[in-house]
């Protein structure tokens, strides 16, 4: 079964058009919840871990936030330098030292 | 700022050879994973490793692939006999416990 999930699958947004994406998770005893950047070809990069509920974390255009079903990734006025594929990951108690990863939302942003 | 590094970039190889993936990890970090994906696929684990050892590993990690740390900074995946359905990009991750994990830029592999 699908343990982390994330919608919408891909979003398309004008430069300025503020929005969010999600990233639910199923597991127990939740250690971390991660946030990372991957462009075409490239590694993810970190963005945000958040820990618990409640927990919020912002950088730049970017904030985080976390409840006990779900993450959303708020994007405020995008800039077409945001376009990207943003991946949530998740690591639990049963997962051990595994994180496990969503398919990602693949955000374009049109000037 | 430290970070991960991999190498080869890029990597083609016939089906049936053995290849070696390269990684230096962060310096002060104590875990290592390898993770790949498949084109327009999701980011799977296949592997972590703790002082000097597996740790965990996943369905996908069988009998042709292992790992080693064969000095104080590199650790390498080796796939012994190449298939087709190999050709992923595989990353590189290091971390501490508990804590964020970083990941190198990857290395490509197609298998042909």
């Known amino acids: 079964e699908d343990q982390v999930t994330q919608s919408p699958e891909a979003l398309r947004l004008q430069e300025g058009e503020s929005s969010s994406l999600n990233c639910s998770y199923t597991?127990?005893?939740?250690?971390?919840l991660f946030w990372y950047r991957q462009d075409p070809g490239k590694g993810p990069e970190f963005l945000f871990t958040l820990y618990s509920a409640g927990e919020e974390k912002e950088k730049e255009r970017l904030k985080a936030t976390l409840t006990k079903k779900e993450s959303f990734l708020h994007i405020t006025a995008p800039k077409p330098e945001d376009s990207a594929t943003y991946l949530c990951?998740?690591?639990?108690?049963?997962?051990?030292?595994?994180?496990?990863f969503g398919p990602g939302t693949r955000l374009s942003v049109l000037p | 700022e430290p970070e991960v590094t991999q190498t080869p970039s890029h990597q083609v190889t016939q089906m049936g050879q053995e290849v070696i993936l390269r990684c230096v990890p962060i310096?002060?970090?104590?875990?290592f994973y390898w993770y790949r994906q498949i084109l327009g696929q999701k980011v799977e684990f296949l592997v972590s490793f703790y002082n000097n050892e597996i740790s965990e590993k996943s369905e996908i990690f069988d009998d042709q692939f292992s790992v080693e740390r064969p000095d104080g900074s590199n650790f390498t995946l080796k796939i012994r006999s190449t298939k087709l359905e190999d050709s992923a990009m595989y990353f590189c991750?290091?971390?501490?416990?508990?804590?964020?994990?970083?990941f190198g830029e990857g290395s490509w592999l197609t298998v042909v």
């Open positions: 990951a998740v690591q639990a108690r049963n997962y051990g030292q595994n994180f496990v």
């Open positions: 310096s002060n970090h104590l875990y």
């Open positions: 991750a290091s971390g501490e416990l508990g804590n964020t994990i970083y």
């Open positions: 597991v127990s005893g939740l250690r971390g």
